[in-house]
């Protein structure tokens, strides 16, 4: 199954979730549970705009954008982490206002019924998204897939407050259980808009993928050959690296073109979605990247 297909079977699945929340706040009057509801909004909105970032992301590379796409996954997750912001304002005005008014709770048993078959989906339907991110390296769809696992803890939290009010009858501890959730969502949404910040900025690869392509420089280099200038980013499931490749001054365009495509082969099979480019340089010549200051 394709990321967009996972996509779209998250938005079926938030649907569904909806349904299932809103109907157990509506036969409860939780406030926990209204905010597990509101969650699972941010979660369709998350995954609809996702489904449309990576879209964008599959593009080809076009005359305004001649290194693709790929970093339209970023804008998804950024988005999702200000949704998350909008939605915990939103449970903590609620749930205040139940600490300022509490109303008695009502078939709390048929709510928690409905909230936990609603969180069986999430879970099941998370842990495979995961799984896909990582193999396919999406960033749009790990965010959907976190913030699902966020939204299982956030009714686990749920669910044990309102068993707290059936135990106890101490009905404050739902809008404090709604309260908690919202610092915990908040937390998850910082972190994703930060990822997002992060990418957008072009980060350098993974250390593993830096690792594999020192080791692949390196079965190359020898007392003729050696690479310095290696500089990596990445956007998206598209990885890059440039650097310099210097060799004997006397070896003709043809073999050196020749050694540099061997290279370049070498180290997209080392590391998948990597693009290389590599500069020829003779042995004895340095390139300088010192910019120019600006005169004040």
């Known amino acids: 199954m394709q990321v967009a297909s996972y996509l779209k079977l998250s938005i079926a699945v938030a649907l569904a979730t909806i349904a299932l929340k809103t109907g157990a706040w509506w036969v409860s009057g939780s406030v926990g549970l209204l905010s597990d509801a509101l969650e699972s909004l941010v979660n369709l909105a998350g995954a609809v705009f996702a489904l449309m970032m990576v879209i964008v992301a599959e593009r080809p590379p076009d005359d305004g954008h001649p290194y693709g796409h790929h970093k ?3 804008f998804s997750s950024g988005f999702e982490g200000v949704l998350i912001f909008a939605a915990a304002l939103a449970i903590v005005a609620a749930a205040v206002r139940r600490l300022l008014e509490p109303q008695p709770l009502q078939a709390i048993g048929l ?5 936990v078959v609603s969180s069986l ?9 995961l799984q896909k991110a990582r193999s ?3 960033m749009a ?3 959907d897939a976190r913030h699902l696992f966020t939204d299982v803890w956030t009714s686990a939290g749920v669910v044990a407050g309102l068993l707290g009010v059936m135990a106890t009858g101490w009905q404050w501890l739902d809008p404090v259980i709604a309260i908690a959730v919202a610092a915990n969502i908040l937390r998850e949404g910082g972190r994703l808009v930060w990822r997002s910040a992060q990418g957008l900025m072009d980060l350098a690869i993974e250390p593993e993928a830096r690792a594999e392509i020192d080791r692949t420089l390196a079965s ?5 050959i050696r690479f310095d200038h290696i500089a990596t980013r990445r956007a998206g499931q ?3 690296v440039d650097l310099h490749m210097h060799m004997p001054a006397a070896w003709s365009l043809g073999r050196a073109a020749a050694l540099r495509t061997s290279v370049e082969q070498a180290l997209m099979s080392a590391v ?7 500069q020829l340089l003779p042995m004895d010549v340095e390139a300088h990247f010192d910019e120019a200051k600006d005169p004040l």
């Open 121 to 129: 989906l999430n879970g099941a339907l998370a842990y495979a998204m």
């Open 136 to 138: 396919h390296r999406s």
């Open 111 to 115: 709510g928690l019924s409905l909230s």
């Open 220 to 224: 190359f280099a020898h007392h003729s």
């Open 141 to 143: 769809l790990e965010a």
């Open 272 to 278: 998948p979605g990597l693009r290389a480019s590599i």
């Open 238 to 240: 598209r990885r890059f």
């Open 72 to 74: 339209a996954e970023y």
